[in-house]
């Protein structure tokens, strides 16, 4: 039985976890189903990459319940494959999350692994206890900013030339 704290915070998604490093706005925006995403040309690209880096592999996607799993190997390892070329704290947080999931929801003690298929590189990722306390107060902050009444402001960043929001922010 979870307390009411940790049930809210094991309502988000693995995507949400990732805007929320990438950019609040993003991550409020996308979080009131304004999701523009299916339609944005990156999206696609990394499907694509997804699917041609990992065709000799038995990538088989986990859903349980509101996280999807790219591939589980073997020994409980949960893998995330990106197609970006810098390993970022959004693919952290994301998949430490799927890790945090499994153990509060299924008593499931899993390692992940972070694949870049492009860099040709595997990174290790553990749930220890400084990062479950660390992503217990991001969660709490990813929910108290889907609850504000609006988005915050837009800020310029590089990653703005290929956000889906581009137009609803700069248009
Ligand atoms: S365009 Fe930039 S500011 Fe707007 S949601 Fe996307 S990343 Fe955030």
Same mark, same amino acid.
């Given at each position: 039985?979870?307390?009411?704290?940790?049930?809210?915070?094991?309502?988000?998604? *693995?995507?949400?976890?990732?805007?929320?490093?990438?950019?609040?706005? !993003?991550?409020?925006?996308?979080?009131?189903?304004?999701?523009?995403?299916?339609?944005?040309?990156?999206?696609?690209? *990394? !499907?694509?990459?997804?699917?041609?880096?990992? /065709?000799?592999?038995?990538?088989?996607?986990?859903?349980?319940?509101?996280?999807?799993?790219?591939?589980v190997g073997k020994s409980k390892e949960i893998h995330?494959?990106? $197609?970006? $070329? $810098?390993?970022?704290?959004?693919?952290?947080?994301?998949?430490?999350?799927?890790?945090?999931?499994? !153990? !509060?929801?299924?008593?499931?003690?899993a390692k *992940?692994v972070?694949?870049?298929?492009?860099?040709?590189?595997?990174?290790?990722?553990?749930?220890?206890?400084?990062? @479950?306390? @660390?992503?217990?107060?991001?969660?709490?902050?990813?929910?108290?900013?889907?609850?504000?009444?609006?988005?915050? @402001?837009?800020?310029?960043?590089?990653?703005? /030339?290929?956000?889906?929001?581009? @137009?609803?922010?700069? *248009?």
């Open positions: 039985m979870f307390s009411d704290n940790t049930d809210s915070i094991l309502e988000f998604t *693995g995507t949400q976890v990732n805007y929320y490093f990438v950019c609040k706005r !993003k991550l409020w925006l996308f979080s009131h189903n304004m999701e523009l995403e299916s339609d944005s040309d990156l999206v696609l690209l *990394g !499907k694509l990459l997804h699917e041609h880096s990992y /065709r000799r592999q038995p990538l088989k996607e986990v859903e349980i319940d509101r996280i999807k799993i790219d591939f995330e494959v990106k $197609r970006s $070329r $810098r390993i970022e704290n959004a693919h952290v947080y994301q998949l430490l999350y799927y890790l945090y999931f499994l !153990k !509060k929801t299924a008593s499931i003690n *992940g972070l694949n870049y298929p492009l860099l040709k590189k595997k990174v290790d990722i553990e749930l220890t206890k400084e990062k @479950e306390s @660390e992503l217990e107060s991001i969660l709490t902050d990813v929910s108290s900013i889907i609850n504000q009444e609006k988005p915050p @402001e837009a800020e310029w960043k590089s990653y703005c /030339r290929n956000c889906a929001y581009k @137009e609803l922010c700069w *248009g």
